[in-house]
C-alpha cells in the first residue's frame, strides 16, 4: 500500500481574453503537492479540506488520515490556476493512495467543481489547450515554438472580487465579436496555424471591465503587440497579463515591463506544458498547506 505520493501539476492561463471560462494553456510553471499518510489527522486549510472531503464522499473510500503540504513555484491570486494545482494535486495523491477509484477526466470534474469554472483544471489536468465545455474537455498539443510572456505585477487579485464587477449583461454585438474571437483562437490552437492568432484576442467579456481592478492592462497589451507579439490579455481574472509570440519574447517581456510603469511587476518567459499532472519522487522543501 503506497504511503506517500507527489504529484506535479502545471500553472495555466485561462480566458485567453474572448474565451471566458472556456479557453486555457497550461504552462511550464510547477507546483508540486506531497499526500503522505499519517498517524493522525494534521490541520488542513480549508482549500485541501474540501478537496478531500469532496473525494471521500464521491468515491465512497474509507477516510483515512493524510497531511499534505506543498512546493509552489506558481503565484498566488495572479490568474495562473495556484488555486486548482492545490486541489488537483489533493485530489490526484488521494486517488493514488485509494488505487486509483477515479479516472483523470473524473478528478478534473471535480476540481472543476470546486473551482466553479473549468478554464483552469482542464489544462493543468491534461496539459496543452484546452477548450471546456461543462465537463466535456477537448486538447491540443501547443508547439514549443510558441512563447508566453507573463508580466506578474505585485498585485492580488481574488477571483471573487474580479467577477463581482462584471455586468449582468452586454450587447450582442459584443458577444457575438467574442464569440468568433474565441472560435479563431480554437481554431489557430488545432491547426497550429498560430499566425491566426494575431487579432483573435480582443474580448468584450471581461476584460474591459476589469481594467478597473488592473488599470495598466491595455497599454501592456498595446506595448506587447508593438513589440511583435501575436497578442496579449489578462490571464484569468488577473492581475498577470499573458502575450503570445512566436519570435522575440525578450523584447516583447521588456516592452511589457516598459509599459507597466511600475517597478512592482516581473517577467517570466516560458511555454506550453503538454503533459499535464504528473506523479514525481520526492522533491524539495515543503510549505505546509
Known amino acids: 500500500m503506497k504511503q506517500q505520493v507527489i504529484v506535479h501539476i502545471p500553472a495555466s492561463t485561462s480566458n485567453l481574453g474572448p474565451g471566458f471560462d472556456c479557453l486555457g494553456v497550461a504552462l511550464r510553471i510547477y507546483n508540486s503537492v506531497t499526500i503522505s499518510r499519517a498517524a493522525k489527522q494534521e490541520y488542513l486549510a480549508p482549500i485541501a479540506a474540501e478537496a478531500a472531503d469532496l473525494f471521500f464522499k464521491r468515491t465512497k473510500r474509507r477516510r483515512f488520515a493524510f497531511s499534505c503540504s506543498a512546493t509552489e513555484k506558481i503565484p498566488r491570486s495572479r490568474g495562473l490556476g495556484s488555486s486548482a494545482t492545490i486541489r488537483l494535486g489533493i485530489l490526484h495523491g488521494l486517488n493514488e493512495l ?36 461543462g465537463k466535456n474537455v477537448q486538447r491540443f498539443e501547443v508547439s514549443s515554438r510558441v512563447k508566453f510572456v507573463l508580466l506578474i505585477p505585485d498585485l492580488e487579485i481574488r477571483t471573487s472580487a474580479a467577477r463581482k464587477i462584471l455586468p449582468a449583461k452586454i450587447s450582442r454585438t459584443n458577444a457575438v465579436a467574442s464569440a468568433g474571437n474565441a472560435c479563431a483562437i480554437t481554431a489557430a490552437f488545432a491547426s497550429r496555424d498560430y499566425e491566426h492568432l494575431r487579432g483573435a484576442f480582443t474580448d468584450h467579456l471581461h476584460q474591459p471591465f476589469r481594467t478597473k481592478l488592473v488599470p495598466f492592462l491595455p497599454r501592456v497589451i498595446a506595448a506587447a503587440e508593438r513589440a511583435g507579439a501575436l ?32 517597478r512592482a511587476a516581473r517577467t517570466i518567459i516560458t511555454a506550453a506544458d503538454n503533459a499535464g499532472v504528473r506523479l514525481l519522487s520526492i522533491g524539495n522543501r515543503k510549505s505546509k498547506i
Do not use: Y
Open 231 to 262: 497578442g496579449a490579455f489578462l490571464s484569468g481574472s488577473g492581475s498577470a497579463i499573458c502575450a503570445v509570440t512566436l519570435r522575440s519574447p525578450r523584447k516583447v517581456a521588456a516592452a511589457m515591463q516598459r509599459a507597466a510603469k511600475t
Open 98 to 133: 485509494t488505487r486509483q477509484p477515479l479516472d483523470r477526466l473524473s478528478i478534473f470534474q471535480l476540481c472543476a467543481e470546486l473551482e466553479g469554472h473549468p478554464d483552469n483544471a482542464a489544462p493543468s489536468s491534461f496539459g496543452g489547450f484546452t477548450v471546456a465545455r
